[in-house]
């Protein structure tokens, strides 16, 4: 009846297929094709039950989301599901690779579902803003209970489909999907099983119907680190709808709830987001043909903090590590505490039991670079200064292996420079992890002057192995990510100079959205590094430098730019701190003035925006979409403000470009001047996303 849903019979079992690379999506011709198929189906006299399955490498992976904000096209979802939940034949929902979303929904609409082993299944509508709006927050609960479904619906994360059949969501796990699923439907129609139609089935929520708490207990579990978020909140007040209404009110509304969230600007961000992602993985100027070269061994060097957390990335994936240090000591140290982080986790039930022991076994710790001899790709994570990154890449040049990709973890620092101290530079390519490595998802990926395209698909092909997000940027002071942050830095700096006391900036900053404010994250990281650094260049910062000498490093010594309690990471206010400035904008002969939080927001984000439009201008990054990945996973900007650029569109760039001259004009500051490219934009009516190709990923 339909190209992308093919019907045929096999003795008494309609087996319904849909094929519609890559993933199956619930496009409007899909939706067709299923209920057209589903309806003979039910009308063949011949037919006694129905298997829905599907071609390729998985089942439904979700709805078509370039639909969305356009005219619906019929069949609805809905529709498609009830056929399949009223037919008066047997339906059996036949899974593999993942049934998520709209695919799981059509899955709940049927009567059974079987599974094979490795497939996954979940609602992830809650990481776009949405919720399930197809009757997921109503048939998910009567499947499994209030609070598996409330963590899957509430968390976005799919469960495996053994624990889906442990909970009652799979009924049967199969060896061959097809042919189990035909076994399955014969083994039905035999034993005369009734028919389930989920909506009618309250038995299992009707625990949390007696016991509120049950429900609420699960609520407040899943939405401790939701600040912020919308659409979690409007997912659990569906699936509480579920609890206080009938079946078919309460599916009118999750649907109000769907319409209201569809059409908010958190969703509008989060999906923005979610391409932004895919887009970041085109890599421009690479052809289509390249391979990544094979990496079945890779090498660090170093095993601080960072070596020790790119080192675990590694391992979590299942790759073989060399870990490299100068000594016995240090080594040992770095070993040790990647041990205690892995104890950690497995004992909170973050990872199984046997997990530290088998990923330790893939870490081979060694003194000395000669050891990086059998490596397929190099990382470097050792001190921030060009002259060790470059006495360090002239000894892996001479024990590198031929065709090793050679890989700087530096966060600002020159990659052509570095380079250029190897006999290959072709090989060598910036690998910027983000701190802690083994949890922050964020690699800029920095393309060199020489670097050869299969090399930079190296370093992108294993950046997704070891899940981390990789972004290909160019070569500049920062990147794109510090060198925008560096723009904030000077502003927050400023504002205090102005009047603004620390936790005025940080309110602002935490309130907007993002993890910390720059004095809590300078105190996190400690104040005496970049004290060091300014030594160095002959640069003063007089607030900054007060506060180091009178010993306030930061977190590390109780004291920074706030005062911490013992044992304690909270930053409080200190009036210490409010009478140094004061101290010293006297000695500078400065007047304190006050400062308002619209103004400080501004101050934060605006230059951002600015130093992100010239980073555009200069090619360092591909894509505006591109800038926003980098800062949602390596620095905890809000996805629901989908990015910097993202955002500045959603202000508006002609008043970003105003106050930004107004600020320059009022601060003395030509940094702050717009960028000729934002200035353009702003007097052309335009937006950055106007700047992106038009081609979309595939949803």
Same mark, same amino acid.
């Given at each position: 009846?339909?190209?992308?849903?093919?019907?045929?019979?096999?003795?008494?079992?309609?087996?319904?297929?849909?094929?519609?690379?890559?993933?199956? *999506? +619930?496009?409007?011709?899909?939706?067709?094709?299923?209920?057209?198929?589903?309806?003979? $189906? &039910?009308? /063949?006299?011949?037919?006694?039950?129905?298997?829905?399955?599907?071609?390729?490498?998985?089942?439904?992976?979700?709805?078509?989301?370039?639909?969305?904000?356009?005219?619906?096209?019929?069949?609805?979802?809905?529709d498609v599901i009830a056929a399949l939940e009223n037919s008066p034949k047997p339906t059996i929902a036949a899974i593999h690779g993942? *049934? +998520?979303?709209?695919?799981?929904?059509?899955?709940?609409?049927?009567?059974?579902?079987? $599974? &094979?082993? /490795?497939?996954?299944?979940?609602?992830?509508?809650?990481k776009l803003g949405l919720l399930p709006g197809a009757g997921g927050t109503q048939r998910l609960p009567r499947a499994v209970g209030v609070e598996l479904a409330v963590k899957v619906i509430l968390g976005g994360d799919p469960i495996k489909a053994p624990e889906a059949a442990q909970h009652g969501l799979v009924d049967e796990?199969?060896?061959?999907?097809?042919?189990?699923?035909?076994?399955?439907?014969?083994?039905?129609?035999?034993?005369?099983?009734?028919?389930?139609r989920l909506r009618d089935d309250d038995s299992k929520i009707a625990a949390a119907r007696a016991d509120r708490s049950i429900f609420t207990n699960a609520v407040a579990a899943m939405t401790k680190k939701t600040r912020g978020l919308e659409a979690p909140f409007a997912c659990a007040d569906a699936i509480a709808a579920g609890l206080d209404y009938p079946f078919d009110e309460a599916l009118k509304k999750e649907r109000e709830g769907f319409l209201k969230l569809v059409v908010s600007e958190q969703s509008k961000a989060q999906r923005y987001a979610f391409f932004a992602e895919r887009e970041a993985a085109k890599i421009d100027g690479v052809p289509e043909s390249t391979k990544p070269r094979p990496v079945a061994r890779a090498a660090i060097i170093g095993a601080g903090t960072m070596g020790g957390g790119i080192a675990m990335s590694f391992a979590n994936a299942g790759i073989p590590v060399t870990l490299i240090e100068t000594g016995e000591e240090q080594l040992k140290r770095g070993l040790?505490?990647?041990?205690?982080?892995?104890?950690?986790?497995?004992?909170?039930?973050?990872?199984?039991?046997?997990?530290?022991?088998?990923?330790?076994?893939?870490?081979?710790?060694?003194?000395?670079l000669e050891h990086v001899k059998d490596a397929d790709l190099i990382i470097e994570a050792v001190f921030e200064t060009m002259a060790v990154k470059k006495e360090v890449f002239t000894a892996i040049d001479a024990y590198a292996k031929p065709g090793a990709v050679l890989a700087s973890n530096t966060s600002y620092l020159n990659i052509d420079e570095i380079a250029a101290t190897t006999k290959r530079p072709q090989d060598v390519v910036g690998m910027h992890f983000f701190s802690p490595a083994n949890v922050m998802k964020l690699c800029e990926i920095v393309r060199g002057a020489k670097t050869a395209p299969d090399a930079l698909m190296t370093a992108v092909s294993v950046a997704k192995k070891i899940a981390k997000v990789p972004v290909v940027v160019g070569v500049c002071d920062g990147f794109v990510g510090n060198r925008m942050l560096a723009a904030r830095s000077k502003q927050a700096e400023?504002?205090?100079?102005?009047g603004a006391l620390p936790q005025q900036v940080d309110g602002v900053v935490t309130k907007f959205g993002m993890p910390m404010g720059p004095f809590a994250m300078g105190d996190l990281a400690g104040l005496d590094i970049g004290w060091r650094s300014r030594k160095d260049r002959g640069i003063k910062s007089e607030i900054a430098d007060a506060l180091c000498e009178a010993g306030r490093f930061g977190q590390k010594t109780g004291k920074g730019y706030y005062k911490y309690e013992q044992g304690s990471r909270a930053p409080l206010p200190d009036p210490e701190v409010e009478t140094l400035i004061d101290q010293t904008l006297a000695k500078l002969g400065l007047k304190r003035r006050a400062i308002d939080d619209q103004e400080i927001l501004e101050r934060m984000v605006y230059p951002m925006i600015n130093e992100g439009a010239r980073i555009l201008e200069e090619h360092i990054a591909a894509r505006p979409s591109d800038i926003d990945v980098v800062w949602i996973y390596g620095y905890g900007w809000p996805v629901y403000r989908g990015g910097?650029?993202?955002?500045?569109?959603?202000?508006?760039?002609?008043?970003?470009?105003?106050?930004?001259?107004?600020?320059?004009?009022?601060?003395?500051?030509?940094?702050?001047?717009?960028?000729?490219?934002?200035?353009?934009?702003?007097?052309?009516?335009?937006?950055?996303?106007?700047?992106?190709?038009?081609?979309?990923?595939?949803?």
């Open positions: 009846m339909t190209e992308v849903v093919k019907r045929e019979r096999r003795g008494v079992v309609a087996i319904v297929t849909i094929d519609s690379p890559p993933v199956n *999506a +619930l496009s409007a011709a899909v939706r067709r094709g299923i209920l057209d198929n589903v309806t003979a $189906a &039910v009308a /063949d006299p011949e037919v006694q039950a129905i298997v829905l399955t599907c071609a390729g490498r998985t089942f439904i992976a979700g709805a078509d989301i370039t639909e969305f904000g356009k005219p619906p096209q019929p069949p609805a979802l809905n993942t *049934a +998520l979303g709209g695919g799981l929904e059509v899955a709940l609409g049927c009567h059974f579902r079987v $599974a &094979v082993k /490795d497939a996954r299944l979940g609602l992830p509508e809650v796990i199969v060896d061959e999907l097809v042919p189990g699923a035909e076994a399955f439907a014969h083994k039905v129609l035999a034993e005369k099983r009734p028919l389930r040790g505490i990647m041990q205690k982080n892995y104890e950690a986790t497995a004992a909170r039930g973050g990872i199984p039991a046997d997990a530290p022991a088998k990923r330790m076994a893939l870490i081979d710790g060694k003194v000395g400023k504002l205090l100079f102005e910097p650029m993202h955002y500045a569109d959603s202000v508006g760039l002609k008043h970003i470009a105003e106050r930004l001259a107004l600020y320059a004009k009022q601060t003395n500051d030509p940094s702050l001047e717009p960028a000729p490219l934002l200035a353009r934009l702003a007097a052309e009516g335009k937006t950055f996303a106007s700047l992106a190709q038009p081609n979309k990923a595939a949803a």
